[in-house]
């Protein structure tokens, strides 16, 4: 079992920044994380993931602005989020899924935290 609490979202002016936490708890270890939005109307869509390896992937529309990091020592994910777009705008939601699933495939994602919620306006 594995539980994911997000935390940092908030309301900016577009071109601002936002770091979001995702604290992770369980049997971690063979799990792989990622960032989820998910906009009023819109199905989610995968923001960033970051495999067993430490090899990270982004969303072409947040290539060069979103980076991902991680604290091993405090089982902690986190999103750097520069450049911020009103279309950023949309609840974040921290995801894991067993690596044997494939962590590359957003729909096998089947461990979420309860979302965080980021507003940039224009």
């Known amino acids: 079992q594995v539980q994911l609490v997000e935390s940092g979202g908030g309301s900016v002016q577009s071109g601002g920044s936002l770091r979001l936490s995702c604290a992770a708890s369980g049997y971690i270890s063979r799990y792989c994380l990622g960032w989820f939005r998910q906009s009023p109307g819109q199905e989610r869509e995968g923001v960033a993931t970051?495999?067993?390896?430490?090899?990270?992937t982004y969303a072409n529309s947040v290539q060069g602005r979103f980076a991902l990091s991680q604290d091993n020592a405090e089982n902690t994910l986190y999103l750097q989020m520069n450049s911020l777009k009103p279309e950023d705008t949309a609840m974040y939601y921290c995801g894991a899924v067993y690596y044997g699933l494939g962590c590359n495939a957003d729909d096998k994602y089947n461990y979420w935290g309860q979302g965080t919620q980021v507003t940039v306006s224009s």
């Open positions: 970051i495999n067993l390896y430490g090899r990270t």
